[in-house]
């Protein structure tokens, strides 16, 4: 198994540009997440999703979009790039469970110009 | 309200045991998490405890909940170089739709010395 694989690995956009950040997990996880991670203040929640179809807003939802049609991908769209979302961004996945182990994938590097 | 806390830095020697505090809000918390996270790396989970559990024994890793001050550690015995790394604490906090999400800390950094 791959695990929890992400792409690219690093980002340098212009404000007001637009991408997609990749993630793709190969474990048939039902829960996927996108995280932000910034100097202090720990991983936030951005969206969620506990299975094909299903997502949901996390801590920090605005600015981006997310989708899931399928079980093993979870896509992150940055509509228009703003130097607030400046960041490390991690994808991780787990079974359904109070209990279940978090996987993570190695994270994007995103800075926005 | 969710909220945990962790201290920002901690620096040890080889050899000694380290020692990392957390603290959280959420009295309904089911599991509690510890990550290791190292430079340029995704996080790692190191171990978990069940909420009706008071300690947690694995190798060098000990992890003590004291459920009613909400406040975890984890100790870590004979600390090597290689411990270096940022550790997050994370609780297990079921949500209103339904399934669970976790909330980290903001994470301590641990700094070995020769």
């Known amino acids: 198994n791959a695990g929890v694989t992400q792409t690219p690995k690093f980002q340098v956009l212009k404000t007001g540009q637009s991408m997609t950040l990749q993630c793709a997990q190969d474990m048939n996880h039902e829960y996927m997440s996108w995280y932000r991670q910034d100097p202090g203040m720990g991983l936030r929640l951005i969206h969620y999703s506990v299975g094909a179809g299903i997502t949901d807003q996390g801590e920090v939802p605005n600015g981006y979009n997310v989708s899931r049609s399928t079980t093993e991908d979870f896509p992150l769209r940055l509509l228009s790039a703003a130097p607030s979302q400046t960041s490390v961004y991690f994808c991780a996945s787990r079974q359904r469970g109070g209990r279940a182990v978090q996987y993570f994938g190695p994270g994007t590097r995103l800075l926005v110009l | 309200g969710e909220d945990v806390e962790q201290s920002l830095f901690l620096s040890v020697r080889e050899g000694d045991s380290s020692v990392i505090n957390c603290t959280y809000t959420?009295?309904?918390?089911?599991?509690l998490y510890w990550y290791k996270q190292e430079p340029g790396a995704g996080l790692q989970l190191l171990t978990y405890?069940?909420?009706?559990?008071d300690m947690k024994q694995d190798q060098r890793l000990t992890v003590l909940l004291n459920k009613k001050d909400k406040h975890l550690s984890l100790r870590i015995a004979d600390t090597q170089t290689g411990d270096s790394a940022i550790y997050f604490c994370a609780e297990s906090i079921g949500l209103t739709g339904g399934g669970n999400k976790l909330t980290f800390g903001t994470g301590t950094q641990l700094k070995v010395e020769l």
């Open positions: 959420d009295s309904s918390s089911t599991y």
């Open positions: 405890i069940f909420s009706n559990m």
